[in-house]
């Protein structure tokens, strides 16, 4: 009888497991009047708070890329939030049409920086995360994005960034950073001059901020991105052995900075 009760414990424990999902929901916000609509993922199985990761799209715009990034973390136990830098819908896969979208969003600072601040304020609203473990990664445009948001001072304890654009903080901002950064980048990648690499570093280093830079030999932009050979463009180019080594340096960053 102890036998069989305890088969039937088994049984139950390992129904609850199985229905246990990434759960994902479409949330619409604002900011100053544009009407945003991000993707949100958590595991409903983990019981409590847990850290948040905000992640910032590429200059598409907020794509099934960002989402999938999501779901991976929210398997790993946090509570991801992919915000929407453009507006609701907008989305593109033509790099002409990305550019104007990109470069739309980076002409208003104030707008670049405030619309990245209302997707970590989702994030941190939400009854699955612990306000005070909040994490940003980005990638390309996103990554500039992360970094935008470090340099106002923002309650996030790391920023990792993948293929991205550096802009150079100033001295004040670099020293408002409350983040440790992990910056990750193509050694040969060309549409980050060496130049802004170096002024961008430097900045860093006046301030005594914590990051670390990992450039890898031979590759080019766009290098967590599988679909990125389909794009046409020979700097840009999906490399698995970046991709997998970045995102395993940003988990090691969020267990030392998040505590997971």
Not at 125 to 130: F, I, K, N
Request: glycine share 8%; hydrophobic share 40%; with cysteine.
């Amino acid at each position: 009888m102890l036998r069989h009760g305890t088969v039937l414990a088994m049984v139950f424990t390992f129904t609850g497991l199985s229905t246990a999902a990434v759960k994902t929901e479409a949330i619409d916000y604002d900011y100053d009047g544009t009407k945003l609509k991000g993707f949100l993922a958590y595991d409903d199985a983990v019981q409590g708070k847990r850290p948040g990761v905000l992640v910032v799209h590429e200059w598409w715009g907020l794509n099934d890329y960002a989402k999938d990034r999501c779901k991976k973390l929210a398997e790993l136990g946090y509570t991801a939030f992919a915000c929407d830098m453009y507006g609701a819908g907008k989305l593109t896969t033509h790099p002409m049409d990305a550019a104007k979208f990109a470069t739309e969003v980076r002409s208003n600072l104030k707008a670049w920086r405030g619309r990245a601040a209302a997707g970590l304020k989702i994030l941190a609203d939400q009854p699955t995360v612990d306000a005070d473990k909040l994490a940003a990664i980005g990638y390309c445009f996103g990554g500039s994005t992360c970094l935008q948001l470090a340099y106002t001072g923002a309650p996030v304890k790391a920023v990792a960034t993948f293929h991205a654009a550096l802009p150079t903080p100033s001295g004040d901002e670099a020293k408002a950073i409350n983040a440790k950064l992990l910056l990750c980048h193509g050694e040969a990648d060309k549409f980050i001059p060496e130049k802004a690499i170096q002024d961008f570093r430097s900045s860093l280093d006046a301030a005594k901020v914590k990051y670390d830079f990992i450039s890898y030999p031979g590759v080019v932009h766009s290098f967590t991105v599988p679909e990125a050979d389909k794009v046409g463009n020979p700097g840009m180019k999906y490399d698995r052995s970046a991709d997998e080594d970045s995102w395993k340096r940003m988990l090691g960053l969020f267990k030392v900075t998040l505590g997971k």
